[in-house]
């Protein structure tokens, strides 16, 4: 499994941010997908993603009602999408596949870097 | 959430040691335990999961055990690649959440 994220994004309070990953080498119906993200300097921080014991889509508590996740079957491709940006979300996002179960994350893609800055 | 610790923060070994780092988490786990390996500005890369078991293509040298509350991640005689960022993870309740990161630098 090959993971591909867009580039980087700059973007101003307030504002919205759609990340997409792009998965080749396996069907991502298959997969879990799952959002991580980094602070600078910072540890690794769940966002949202498949959970099993929930069976659908879940986002981390602090991010619900701004988070939105898809995916396109069609495309293979994951979008993560992230509104009413503020500073504290400056950070390196990464898009991680799992297995079905989203017991482990095995392919990452290479991140995204999304700057907020008025 | 359950909150994962790890012990140490960050620890500096020379090519050869044996390093051993721990992951608690505040309440049971069961076996769902993964560690991630990271250098800077990389992406993390999974060597573990479900607490013992080697991620593919890992080498033999790292190595995983535990259960319940108590992890532990071992590398014996630690290669010049092994010097990066450690990270456990437990996906047993959402959020998967992290532990804050062991940093192995070079004496």
């Known amino acids: 499994v090959q993971v591909v994220q867009s580039g980087a994004e700059v973007k101003r309070p307030g504002a919205s941010v759609k990340v997409s990953c792009h998965v080749s080498?396996?069907?991502?119906?298959?997969?879990?997908v799952h959002w991580v993200r980094q602070a600078p300097g910072k540890g690794l921080e769940w966002v949202g993603g498949?959970?099993?014991?929930?069976?659908?889509?879940v986002s981390a508590q602090g991010f619900q009602g701004r988070l939105t996740m898809t995916e396109d079957t069609s495309t293979n491709t994951a979008y993560m999408e992230l509104s009413s940006l503020r500073s504290g979300d400056t950070a390196v996002y990464f898009c991680?596949?799992?297995?079905?179960?989203?017991?482990?994350?095995?392919?990452w893609g290479q991140g995204t870097l999304v700057i907020v800055s008025s | 959430d359950i909150q994962m610790t790890q012990s140490p923060s960050s620890l500096s070994a020379s090519v050869g040691d044996r390093v051993t780092i721990t992951c608690r988490a505040s309440?049971?786990?069961?076996?769902?335990l993964n560690w991630y390996q990271q250098y800077p500005g990389k992406a993390p890369k999974l060597l573990i999961y479900?607490?013992?078991t080697l991620q593919s293509g890992v080498p033999s040298r790292f190595s995983g055990s535990g259960s319940g509350t108590d992890f532990t991640l071992s590398i014996t005689s630690v290669q010049p690649e092994d010097f990066a960022t450690y990270y456990c993870?437990?996906?047993?309740?959402?959020?998967?959440?992290f532990g804050p990161g062991t940093k192995v630098d070079i004496k």
């Open positions: 309440q049971s786990i069961s076996g769902y």
């Open positions: 498949f959970t099993p014991e929930d069976g659908e889509t």
């Open positions: 479900a607490a013992s």
């Open positions: 991680a596949t799992g297995d079905y179960g989203g017991i482990y994350f095995d392919s």
């Open positions: 993870q437990q996906t047993s309740k959402t959020p998967q959440t």
């Open positions: 080498g396996y069907p991502l119906s298959e997969l879990s």
